[in-house]
Nanobody, 127 residues
Framework: EIQLEESGGGLVQAGGSLRLSCAAS????????VGWFRQAPGKAREGVSC????????YYSDAVKGRFTISEDNAENTVYLQMNNLKPEDTAVYYC????????????????????WGQGTQVTVSS
C-alpha cells in the first residue's frame, strides 16, 4: 500500500521560504514519479512540480519556476519542495501524489489502482 504524508507547511511572510516534505512508503522512487499539487480556496487543484527518477526529469509550472525546487532523498524515501520568495498567491493546501505524469504543460495524476494522495499541508503567505 502506497502512503504519503506531507509536512512543513505554516505561516510565512511574503518573500520568505518554507520546505515541504513528503514521506513516502509502499513504493520506491525508481518506480513512480512524485508530484506536488496545491489547492487554494475556491480554486481547482493544480500541479506545481514533479520529479521522475524513471525518466530522469523534473517539471515546474510557470507559476513557481525559478522559486521552487523539488528534490528527493532515496535514503529517507522523502520528496522535498523548497519554496523561496513566497507570494500571497502561493497560499494553498499542498499535496503530494503518486504516480503522476506530465502531459504538455500539465501534471496529471495520481493514476491507476495505486494512485495515492497525502492528506495535505497548509501554506499561508501573508502580505
Amino acid at each position: 500500500e502506497i502512503q504519503l504524508e506531507e509536512s512543513g507547511g505554516g505561516l510565512v511572510q511574503a518573500g520568505g521560504s518554507l520546505r515541504l516534505s513528503c514521506a513516502a512508503s509502499g513504493f520506491t522512487f525508481d518506480e513512480y514519479a512524485v508530484g506536488w499539487f496545491r489547492q487554494a480556496p475556491g480554486k481547482a487543484r493544480e500541479g506545481v512540480s514533479c520529479i521522475s527518477t524513471p525518466d530522469g526529469t523534473i517539471y515546474y509550472s510557470d507559476a513557481v519556476k525559478g522559486r521552487f525546487t523539488i528534490s528527493e532523498d532515496n535514503a529517507e524515501n522523502t520528496v522535498y519542495l523548497q519554496m523561496n520568495n513566497l507570494k500571497p498567491e502561493d497560499t494553498a493546501v499542498y499535496y503530494c501524489a503518486t504516480p503522476v505524469t506530465v502531459v504538455g504543460s500539465t501534471i496529471l495524476g495520481p493514476y491507476g489502482d495505486l494512485g495515492s494522495w497525502g492528506q495535505g499541508t497548509q501554506v499561508t503567505v501573508s502580505s
